[in-house]
């Protein structure tokens, strides 16, 4: 079973920055490099939305809308990591955050780590 394990996460203020990370374990028929990772934010009483997303080789990467030019997705497959560089933090960017790791029909979430951006 692939374990995922957020952390990272914290309180900061408006314009801050934080840097997730996102621990992989568990792979037995696959490895780390063969799954897409996402990153998911998900504010208080909202649905969860994507943040990011970057190849299983790293070298491709989208973001959504509310993020672009300010968060980078990166993964270190030799260490089973996945990052998310968040700059400018806004108060929308509030919420807790979570990776993904997909590969054809197999989903896999990680716990959660929280964003606070506050004044």
């Known amino acids: 079973q692939v374990h995922l394990v957020e952390s990272g996460g914290g309180v900061v203020q408006p314009g801050g920055s934080l840097t997730l990370s996102c621990a992989a374990s568990?792979?037995?028929?696959?490895?780390?490099?063969?799954?897409?990772m996402n990153w998911y934010r998900q504010a208080p009483v909202s649905q969860r939305e994507f943040v990011a997303a970057?190849?299983?080789?790293?070298?491709?990467?989208i973001y959504g809308d509310s993020v672009k030019g300010r968060f980078t997705i990166s993964r270190d497959n030799a260490k089973n990591e996945m990052y998310l560089q968040m700059n400018s933090l806004k108060l929308k960017n509030r919420g807790v955050y979570y990776c993904?790791?997909?590969?054809?029909?197999?989903?896999?979430w990680g716990q959660g780590t929280q964003v606070t951006v506050s004044t």
């Open positions: 568990g792979f037995t028929d696959f490895t780390f490099s063969d799954y897409a």
């Open positions: 970057i190849t299983s080789a790293g070298d491709n990467s």
């Open positions: 993904n790791a997909v590969r054809n029909t197999r989903r896999y």
